[in-house]
């Protein structure tokens, strides 16, 4: 974890999942001064690989990037926040490391961020 105070987590359901299941994360977010966006980024390592977005608070969204901003403007006063994203990637070798980071982001610098793994597998 690499939170400032614990200012922001993030947390995934699954531990393991394969091409084209869905995984489910929630943000809890206990900064209390001002921010800009709360930045989702995800990433299969070794790969050009990516996840799309496709629920947010349990509105259906179609953000096929590997990077989702959230704006402040809103979420306001929201402390938890729910995603669901997905990818169609098949891993090379039986499996890949997926990393998801979440971070807090106010007048373009990082003020606390936050790391969750899982593994991909064929």
């Known amino acids: ?3 400032k105070s614990n200012s922001i987590s993030i947390k995934l359901t699954e531990d393991h999942v394969s091409s084209g299941q ?21 990433q299969i390592e070794d790969s050009s ?11 259906k969204i179609d953000y096929p990037y ?3 901003s959230i704006f402040e403007k809103d979420i306001p006063g929201q402390k938890k926040i729910a995603f669901t994203a997905r990818t ?7 499996s890949s490391k997926v990393k998801f980071r979440v971070s807090i982001i106010q007048e373009h610098k990082e003020i606390a961020s936050d790391i969750s ?6």
């Not at 489910?24 to 995800?42: F, K, P």
């Not at 690989?49 to 509105?59: D, M, P």
């Not at 793994?117 to 064929?122: A, G, N, P």
């Open 1 to 3: 974890m690499n939170s």
């Open 66 to 68: 590997a990077r989702l």
């Open 49 to 59: 690989g990516t996840f799309e977005f496709v629920e947010l608070n349990g509105k």
């Open 88 to 94: 169609n990637y098949t891993p090379r070798d039986a």
């Open 22 to 42: 869905d995984i489910h994360g929630i943000i809890n977010l206990s900064y209390e001064s001002r921010y800009d966006t709360i930045v989702i980024n995800s």
């Open 117 to 122: 793994y899982i593994t991909l597998s064929r």
